[in-house]
């Protein structure tokens, strides 16, 4: 079965972008994009995939601003020397012929989310990212490629891992977001109702939907946290749910990873002297038979 690799763009330069020491050339700062290529070929190396994209945020704002006002409202804007690097990098895979995946009205999850649930019907997918929130689109077919503390070192999420970090499914996430919120993207969940609790619940009543079915089995101090708090269940499950029904339109020969698209891309970073992560790749590179060439 063939292998597909869709990565979370800003997630991936975030992270670098935070954990590196600053690093500049003639273009300005690199250090995240230094990082973010560094990772970009570690997962390529390890995953092998045969397509391979990388999805970003539409700079707009989309529907869940629309559905909840407080969405995200406080979340500081990117800073100009990650806005920077981040157009950097998104020039270096446009030169490299590296498709990337930005739609408006949507975030890059629900992008990445679509595109992974309609190539998982014939391939094995992996998704780089450190968004925890994509635990909701592992499956059989679907897995998280992550780092823990050092960028070097990718762990790979599949439906054990879930149940191992959070004690539910990955089809139990959405559920288990919509009762405790997120104060990343800050929305509220139920007051009160923390993740011990939630876990417990999900594994006793299965989904949030059947929680407020047996809302009277349950203990009297949770029973009315839920009751107080069910509209606000409700917009967080919305909230949570990334969307895996977009019309997204690809070319896998243009997302082809291969050798080919490899060199190319070693040839951009070292015009953009960036002569390490050009080396990398050329130790990677299958030596060219100069001597068959010349017949």
């Known amino acids: 079965m063939a292998k597909a690799l869709i990565i979370d763009g800003n997630a991936v330069l975030h992270r670098a972008f ?17 990082g973010f290529f ?21 700079p ?48 890059a999850d629900d992008v990445i989310g679509s595109l992974a649930t309609r190539l998982a019907k014939k391939h094995l997918v992996y998704i780089l990212t450190g968004d925890r929130d994509l635990m909701q689109l592992v499956s059989r077919r679907i897995r998280l490629v992550t780092w823990r503390r050092h960028l070097t070192q990718l762990e790979i999420i599949d439906p054990k891992a879930v149940r191992r970090e959070l004690g539910i499914k990955p089809q139990q996430v959405i559920d288990y977001k919509a009762l405790v919120g997120d ?12 993740p011990k609790t939630a876990g417990q619940l999900l594994a006793r009543y299965r989904s949030l939907k059947n929680i407020y079915r047996h809302l ?36 896998l020969s243009s997302a082809r990873w291969d050798q080919k698209k490899l060199r190319r891309l070693g040839q951009v970073l070292a015009a953009y002297r960036l002569p390490s992560l050009a080396r990398r790749i050329d130790k990677k590179l299958a030596p060219v038979n100069v001597q068959a060439s010349l017949f």
Request: aromatic share 8%; proline share 7%; charged share 20%.
């Open 60 to 107: 707009g704002p989309n529907f869940r601003h629309q559905l909840f006002v407080g969405y995200q409202a406080r979340r500081p804007e990117m800073p100009l020397e990650l806005q920077k690097q981040s157009q950097l990098t998104q020039e270096i895979l446009q030169k490299a012929t590296i498709p990337q995946l930005i739609q408006a009205g949507v975030e």
């Open 38 to 58: 560094s990772i970009f070929l570690r997962a390529s190396e390890q995953m092998k995939p045969a397509y391979l994209w990388v999805a970003f945020d539409h």
């Open 18 to 34: 935070h954990a590196l020491p600053p690093l500049t050339n003639k273009f300005g700062a690199v250090g995240a994009v230094y």
């Open 183 to 194: 104060s990343s993207d800050e929305y509220p969940g139920v007051n009160g109702i923390g």
């Open 216 to 251: 009277d089995q349950i203990a009297p101090r949770w029973q009315e946290k839920l009751r107080q708090g069910q509209k606000e269940a409700e917009l967080s499950q919305q909230l949570a749910t990334i969307l895996t029904d977009l019309k997204i339109k690809v070319k």
